[in-house]
């Protein structure tokens, strides 16, 4: 059964996905999902366990040994963000019994329900293999699943977003493929293993730079980096609320897993820098894109917007901390991939719960709300100050090993922009709060009260995590450095 | 013996919970028994001290660490905190009290903080519990001013941890000793602490922001930010000579700005930062007797400056004003105040006896014997601006003067109280000052009266209140406002070129024309901003789908370009 972890992971939400469309009860499909979804965090929390003790686990597929199977690697740092990407999801579910039955017409929680699962094996797929053309078949998978789940949005407005990102999403997808495809002409081999092994023999040639363009192009689309993030703010303002934490908290961050993977263990670091000045070019695309979408949060008038322009700014950091391309950088990158989707979860969850009670993300209702809903708000709270990066919070940490790896590397000057980009998450964080707490109600408030249970007590969760990460770094920093430093011993 | 190791600020943190979870007098008890009992344990700690040490990350935490420094500063916070709380009972505002406690606690853990990280949190903690403070005023003016005071404050923040950054990089460790300029860490952290302490040119929150916080806020206001400041100069930066001109122009240019206030806690501000000059001197002297001076000059001035917002504060509270034109002759209904003003303004003026004397006496001796007999001057000049605006302009327009007609009363109970307590400590310390000596960082035998000293402060205590009275009597001293300054600066003015007013007008046309085109400059690229990035804007546009796609082209195309081009 052990033996087998590695991919009941990815089979038990494959399998669970069309057996909610039997189920046809919503109430049931939602307690279904969530179990589905825990069996995959506990089977993660196993793996993780596993690694911890042994060290990478190879699992192969149907017992065809690589490179002519499909192979599951996993490692120091997949192993970690499984464990992210279920606990995630299952806390987010857990939130989605009351939340989708209200902001979603009955006839309609089934699909989401299905798509949700769809959508996590996805994502756990893509952490799991260790196979090129199967990571792109799990793309597929998530993406697909998603452009299903932003579509569902009440607003009608979700289906011009959903469908922007179907685009964007595909073009993505087409490119990776395409990157894919040509390392197969080249090597003959999918396997991402013996990819490493191979593709040095070819290096020089035309074929293989090729691919590695299209490559980040197509990766770079799905993180939503800066200036390719046009798709975001839409989909994650439109889609329900549920998805939009599930997304916001999940999605991209295996995006960067997924550009992590392929420069260090596939391409290897020193061909990445070799061929083309990466380095500069996430440097300069990074510190672009924390501030312009920075400064367009401030300005922003929904918060769902407001925070999903935060997002990308974000990714910028963590790009930022593969641009340093120290051991400390990516350490810090790591830990921000794992900090910031707890943030994330905790803000969008909480105005999960306000849309949950009076049905609006415009920041000019979120007035008054200080009074009405404290829990709820003081998570948003706790979420803007990790955001900020406030000592005792998970963004503090992150942003200390992001700062510490520039100025190891003699980048002051950035370490400074990285600072002075602090201030402007002060700002809009500041926004927020104080349309919370020192502002009148523009709608009448007088039958909204505190979010219910079900939904308090995962944000409350994320927002303890965000707490006690902040505190005690043992697993995440641990492990953050673990896996850096596995990454760079790895490469030839 | 697991009490011993308690961090001093948990029981304020504590204490800010009863407040919030309790009303009325048992609020009242409370929050002064959890105090005292703060106060009393930090008292029966072994003389040489704790030192509590913790892992985070990979690095050595010391959150509470007591020694000869930290333990002075420990004890007069908690006085501060206890007659600023006792001042405040009367209020019925739950977030005053909390606040307040939060404030004292964060003040009071960022002295005892042995590492950097902790002293960077408490820092920040400091900055926005005290903000509540000014906020809860509940005006718009003291909404704005408390803005301004915050970002500024956390500025000072960000600053910091800038500096911790580099020091840690440089380093490899947080420990919080001596620091010293000569490195960009150390000048960071100068400017953060110096931006709290306020240094010249940063100066300008404390005179916004403190006459706008309420009666009792003010109180708390002046004892914690800038002393906690002065505590973490006088730790990592002693015998820095810079802080001695630092220091003297503190001492100095609030003179000037203090004459042409009205508003007398404005005018207490600027006396504020016009002490701390002193102190700043002392630390930047840096031998055993400055830096004990200094220390107890913030020991002592803690007390009476906050008995002098205290005073003023019950003037506000009772009738409403606190314009110097506006009161007078308020001795007739409020002479308990009236005294226990004049006993915290003499103290300031440092008249023997009071408390102010036997501190400031240690800093000017220290100036003279290392030789720096121009700051001795300066200092001197600056005592006698001291007098003059704090000493004598603030009883004497609030009680006396002109009769402004305001009929009142005595201040409620817990107010006069806690004003008697800071005033009997003022006198105490004045008299027994071995009782404060005893205290101070380094051993000391310092006589502070001996007899030059008692002549020296004497003869220009006894000059300027002679020429005090001789103009009062000849009629030359007009009650108004606005004569009085020109009046009374004569008797120093001659001691400084006239050309000194002129600088001083020019420094202030050319800083606010460099003032306004900045902001100007700055108000367009918010504008600019703003356009472009409000929904609808250039940056935040919902963009069509050909718009994006065309971006991915453009990016493929630039790194083909590159990998293709380069590579070979």
Redesign the interface.
Known sequence: MIYHYPVLQVIIPLLGAPLCLFIRVPRLVGFFAVLVSSLSFLISCGLRQQVHLYGTIVYELGGWAAPWGIEYRIDQLNSYLLLLVSGISTIVLIAAQTSIKKELPENRHIFFYTSYLLCLTGLLGILATGDAFNVFVFLEISALSSYTMIALGTDRRALTAS??YL??GT?GAT?IIIGVGLMYMMTGTLNMYDLAQRLPEVY?S?TV??A???F??GV??KLALF??H??L??AYAFAPSIATAFLAATSTKVAVYLLIRYIFSVFGIDFVT????LHD?FLVLGLIGIF?TS??A?????IK?IFA?SSVAQIGYMILGLAIGTELGLTATLLHLFNHALMKGTLFLAIGAVVYRIGSSQLNHFAGLGKKMPLTMAAIVAGGLSLIG???TVGF?SK?YL??AL??KGW?PV??LV?IS??LA?IYVWRVIEWIYFSQPRIILDDVREAPMSQLIPIWLLVLANLYFG?D?RLT?GVSKLAAQSLFGVTP | MWMSELPAFIPFFIGAVVALLTRGHLRSFLMLAIIVLSGLQLWMLPEAGVRVELG??EYQLVPYRVDALSRIFGYVFHIAAFVSVLYSLHVRDTIQHVSGLLYAGSAIGAVFAGDL?TL??FW?LLAVTSTFLIWAQRTERAYQAGIRYLIIQ?LSG?IL??GV??H??RTGSLAFDFIGIGT?DGWLILIAFGIKAAFPFMHTWLTDAYPEATVTGTVFLSAFTTKTAIYMLARSYPGTELLIYVGATMACFPIFFAVIQNDLRRVLSYSLINQLGFMVCGIGIGTALAVNGAVSHAFVHIIYKSLLFMSMGAVLHMTGKIKATDLGGLYKTMPKTAILCIIGAASISAFPLFSGFVAKSMIMVAALKEGHDWIWLILLLASAGVLKHAGIQIPYFAFFAHDSGIRTTEPPKNMLIAMTIAAVLCLAIGIYPTMLYQLLPFKTDFNPYDVSHVLAQTQLLFFAVLAFVLLNLKGLYPPEVRATNIDVEWLYRRMLPRILRSGFSWIRRTDEALRGVAMSKVNNLFDY??Q????G?K??R??P?G???M??AV??AV??W???S???
């Not at chain 1, 401030?298 to 929904?302: A, E, F, H, S, T």
């Not at chain 2, 472009?532 to 929904?535: G, S």
């Open positions: 469908y922007q685009v964007m073009i490119f020089k035309k730079l090729c590695f363009g299209f980040i192009v770079c689309l200036p390719l046009l798709w703010p839409n070799t061929s083309l000045p070019i312009a400064i367009s401030i300005y922003q008038r929904n917007r322009y406030v000592p005792l940490v200390w700062i510490v100025l190891d002051w370490a400074v600072l602090s201030l002060v505190v770094t920093v | 985070f990350l990280l960077f949190i920040e956390v960000v941890l800038a950054l580099i840690v990089s960009v901003f703003s472009l990035h409000y929904p804007g940056m935040s919902m963009r789908t718009h994006m796609v971006w991915v990016l493929l790194y083909m590159l990998l293709l380069f590579a070979n």
